[in-house]
């Protein structure tokens, strides 16, 4: 196998050299542009997603979606060089298969959800795409990118909880330069939404909707993972989101070999104060606020105020996974986060639906999990998980909420149709949102390259 990737891989770079020379590129351009080939990879994802939400304590029509997503990604490998440069592409194209009737119409019994952007006539579009690009630079071990972000960082996470995923655009640095240190730093400027094909600028909960709706474009990030040992890390992240917050992240994360199965302890603390205009009453009145819950009359009403801890542990044994954990915010105001409709957080309790964020939360979890290759079935496992949060903050007593989310995932493990992955999500909320979910997935990547 490994002969014939060396093998594939002297074809690709002959082919582009002759191509090069071909267009009269001299021989170092030549070896340049072989060595942006020779590391490239290439793919197209086919992903079929449903969804079905029945929202029951509001006045609004079942919400059902169908769609199929076709999801090409290239990445490019580095010139050679001192300064290696290097570009990755992305397309993206999400087509209707069935989107409901009309949103807001009382008499139709099911309307278009969060898939697809709604026409001026309330139907849901027939398609939606985007087209993307990232140019990258790399200097020894650190690498510069300018374009589309996905990150996955303590204080800004991506969600790709429908067809397409949700997408950053900005300017990212990360460096390996210290052996078991990697250190990050970047700068966010616009959100392209699941939804969308248009980018937005960046707000919270709290200030992004309505007619006084304010919105950033500058939200600044870094932070630092060190390995002190192979089995404990430390994290520091600090996320600044111009006019509105700055957040500081301490994390911890332990793996122990118990004499039967493993432990791994996962600490995490937030805190997370206002910035700029939020910061002040008159900024807060023109829009710049916070969701929350704050007295009558609160002069920092709307203003960011929040720390949040949690820790989550994690055993395992042949297949088996068992976890539990407890998080608690205390402040005034919710978990401040990125926030242009759907989206995912940096916490323990990103369940599928809720996100146990608003203000005085506190939630215990459990999950447990299996993978049956431990049994002779490879490719199929399944997962159940149990939010419950409590003590949030409101007038009159407080307000109480918990969500059950049920998982099975398959991966078709031979045959033609190798790789095809299925998925069935089930979620129920109840306390201030009561909800039924229902999603399934069927992916399929092929590798172009």
Do not use: C
């Not at 009269?24 to 079929?48: C, H, R, V, W, Y």
């Not at 730093?185 to 937005?200: M, V």
């Not at 040992?229 to 992240?237: A, C, E």
């Not at 991966?411 to 039924?436: A, C, F, H, P, Y």
């Amino acid at each position: 196998m490994r002969r014939e990737k060396r093998a594939m891989n002297r074809k690709s770079t002959l082919t582009l050299a002759v191509v090069a020379g071909t267009l009269g590129l001299p021989m170092t351009a030549q070896e340049a542009a072989a060595a942006f080939i020779e590391d490239s990879k290439a793919n197209l994802t086919f992903k079929n997603f449903y969804i079905n939400q029945d929202t029951r304590n509001q006045d609004r029509p079942r919400s059902e979606e169908w769609g199929q997503g076709f999801l090409f990604e290239f990445k490019s490998g580095f010139t050679e060089g001192p300064v290696g440069f290097g570009l990755d592409l992305i397309a993206q194209e999400a087509i209707r298969l069935d989107g409901g009737g009309r949103a807001g119409k009382a008499d139709i019994d099911r309307s278009p959800g969060s898939v697809f952007p709604l026409e001026s006539n309330g139907k849901g579009k027939t398609e939606f795409g985007r087209v993307n690009a990232t140019g990258k630079m790399r200097i020894s071990e650190t690498v510069a990118e300018l374009g589309v972000l996905r990150p996955k960082l303590p204080v800004v996470v991506t969600n790709d909880g429908r067809l397409l995923p949700q997408l950053y655009h900005g300017a990212q640095i990360t460096s390996k330069e210290f052996k078991d240190l990697t250190l990050v730093a970047g700068k966010l400027e616009h959100s392209t939404e699941r939804n969308s094909s248009d980018s937005y600028g960046l707000s919270i909960a709290g200030a992004n909707s309505g007619n006084s709706a304010q919105f950033s474009n500058k939200f600044y990030y870094g932070g630092a993972d060190y390995k002190v040992t192979k089995d404990l890390m430390l994290q520091y992240y600090f996320g600044n989101l111009e006019d509105f917050y700055e957040q500081h992240f301490l994390g911890l994360v332990h793996n122990w070999a118990l004499p039967v199965g493993a432990l791994k302890t996962d600490l995490r603390y937030w805190n997370s104060d206002s910035s700029g205009a939020n910061s002040r009453a008159s900024g807060r009145s023109e829009g710049y606020r916070s969701a929350g819950y704050w007295s009558a009359g609160d002069p920092d009403r709307g203003e960011v105020d929040n720390n949040t801890w949690s820790a989550l542990f994690t055993y395992t044994l042949n297949g088996h996974e068992l976890k539990a954990g407890y998080q608690r915010l205390t402040g005034d105001s919710d978990f401040p986060v990125l926030n242009q409709g759907g989206h995912s957080v940096p916490l323990i309790t990103d369940a599928t639906v809720e996100k146990f964020t608003r203000a005085g939360e506190q939630t215990w979890l459990a999950g447990y999990a299996y993978d049956f290759s431990k049994v002779g079935i490879p490719g199929l496992k399944t997962s159940i998980a149990y939010f419950s949060g409590d003590d949030i903050d409101a007038n009159g007593s407080d307000l109480e909420e918990w969500e059950r989310d049920f998982r099975v995932d398959y991966v078709l493990q031979e045959g033609t149709l190798k790789g095809l992955g299925l998925t069935w999500r089930n979620s129920m909320v109840r306390g201030i949102r009561e909800r039924d979910d229902n999603r399934l997935y069927v992916t399929y990547t092929l590798p172009l390259l």
